[in-house]
């Protein structure tokens, strides 16, 4: 027999999940306790905290979401480069059928990796959900690879860049696996003085740092030119997987390509030090990426109505739910 409950309180989940969403158990970074209460403590989403979770046997599933009222969106914020069901797929329309059951009118979450159990899940319990896309996310396939293999692979213009300024530019390099408060210093200094739009929670990005760092999952490199930061790159690297969550290089640095030469030096360390098996660059589409990685993959907004409200009926009226253009795909 499946048994769901819906939690408003993380302290609740923490307790109901006895360690099923702790790291041992989750090797998803964005599927984690941690995460959300990182989250819930920075950067919280609009809306009050609903986990959907559901049970039978061993197995478990959970829903993370914020609810607006009468509707709900994933439990995220703008560093989260994946969200959905956590768990069993198997256990998501029992979790849907009590989120219907709750009233809820609406529910929308993105970017999603594989909406298909999701949709599949949601329908079954009588919602009215589709897919349609989102953004992509590009990886590279490092597996059994060097770097000299992988980098052989990169476009001649990147190759010849790096080549030529590398030297040229006179950097110093460093990586950080540990927390260090004055490599989070440069880190900050030079994001605020970067291309880059006003960084939405600096705490956040630390308190992420500090507690991937004491897990050793932490890679935080810094280029420096003369002794002061120019370029620095936030990743997390394990389980055989590396995450490019932030980069940002100094405006008058610019001519030097210091984001360039120090992502030379992450990749390096990725593939012959850590041994990873993919790379991947978060979310979005720039244009720089394609020259980094091997493929785009598409990510997924997934939306649902509940047609039990009337909120619900005419929310899938107005999308058009069963037309849309953007669907599930054709595997």
């Not at 609903?50 to 993370?64: P, Q, S, T």
């Not at 907004?301 to 599930?328: D, E, I, K, Q």
């Amino acid at each position: 027999m499946v048994k769901v409950e819906l939690f408003d309180d993380l302290r609740q989940v923490e307790h109901d999940a006895a360690g099923a969403l702790d790291r041992a158990a989750q090797p998803c970074l964005f599927s984690r306790l941690s995460w959300f209460q990182l989250l819930q403590t920075h950067v919280p989403p609009k809306g009050s905290l609903k986990v959907g979770r559901a049970a039978e046997g061993d197995a478990k599933a959970w829903l993370f979401l914020a609810n607006g009222g009468h509707g709900a969106e994933a439990y995220a914020a703008w560093y989260s480069l994946r969200v959905g069901a956590i768990g069993d797929a198997a256990l998501v329309p029992a979790i849907a059928g009590e989120l219907r059951r709750s009233k809820l009118a609406s529910l929308s979450l993105a970017p999603v990796a594989d909406p298909d159990p999701l949709v599949a899940g949601l329908r079954e319990a009588g919602w009215k959900a589709e897919a349609s896309p989102a953004t992509g996310s590009w990886v590279a396939y490092t597996s059994g690879l060097s770097f000299d293999d992988y980098w052989a692979a990169r476009p001649g213009q990147l190759r010849s860049t790096v080549k030529r300024k590398a030297k040229a530019a006179g950097l110093e390099i460093e990586i950080h696996s540990e927390f260090d408060p004055e490599a989070w210093d440069a880190y900050e200094a030079v994001y605020r003085a970067s291309w880059k739009p006003e960084e939405g929670s600096f705490p956040f990005l630390r308190a992420l740092a500090e507690q991937e760092g004491a897990a050793g999952a932490l890679r935080l490199g810094i280029a420096r030119k003369d002794g002061q930061p120019v370029a620095v790159q936030l990743w997390t690297v394990e389980n055989g997987k590396a995450i490019i969550h932030k980069l940002a290089y100094t405006e008058a640095a610019k001519p030097l390509s210091p984001g360039t030469i120090l992502g030379m030096a992450m990749f390096r360390r990725a593939i012959d030090e850590d041994r990873v098996d993919v790379i991947d660059y978060g979310t979005g589409d720039d244009a720089y990426k394609r020259d980094w990685m091997d493929e785009r993959r598409q990510l997924w907004r997934v939306t649902a109505f509940n047609p039990g409200t009337l909120r619900g009926l005419a929310g899938a009226a107005r999308a058009g739910v069963g037309h849309l253009v953007g669907r599930l795909r054709s595997r």
